[in-house]
Nanobody, 125 residues
Framework: QVQLVESGGGLVQAGGSLRLSCAAS????????MGWFRQAPGKEREFVAT????????YYVDSVKGRFTISRDNAKNTVYLQMISLKPEDTAVYYC??????????????????WGQGTQVSVSS
């Protein structure tokens, strides 16, 4: 019942910035915990960041702390991932996910019920 569409990916040089967006179709967006995951070819999908419905709690994987910022605009049913100081190892398909359940520091795939189709982020050295 929840549809998610990511956008904003692209090709940038190391040190550059990108802002990813995820638009949700639901009318109860503010009640969803939202997350970002990423997956590089041949590697497991990994957790990147999560944000609570009211935007009061955020949590990041250590490798992106200080460089990535998750935020949301509930009036627009949109969650964002602002990425700065990008590194080649950030190259991956980035996925947006939504959870209808309360989960503290939700960093596992099973925490989330709905997924977008992903947007490619490529960082050249």
């Amino acid at each position: 019942q929840v549809q998610l569409v990511e956008s904003g990916g692209g090709l940038v040089q190391a040190g550059g910035s990108l802002r990813l967006s995820c638009a949700a179709s639901g009318r109860t967006f503010s009640s969803y915990t939202m997350g970002w995951f990423r997956q590089a070819p041949g590697k497991e999908r990994e957790f990147v960041a999560t944000i609570s419905g009211g935007a009061g709690n955020m949590y990041y994987v250590d490798s992106v702390k200080g460089r990535f910022t998750i935020s949301r605009d509930n009036a627009k049913n949109t969650v964002y991932l602002q990425m700065i100081s990008l590194k080649p190892e950030d190259t991956a398909v980035y996925y947006c996910a939504a959870s209808t359940l309360i989960a503290f520091r939700a960093r596992y795939e099973y925490n989330y019920s709905y997924w977008g189709q992903g947007t490619q982020v490529s960082v050249s050295s």
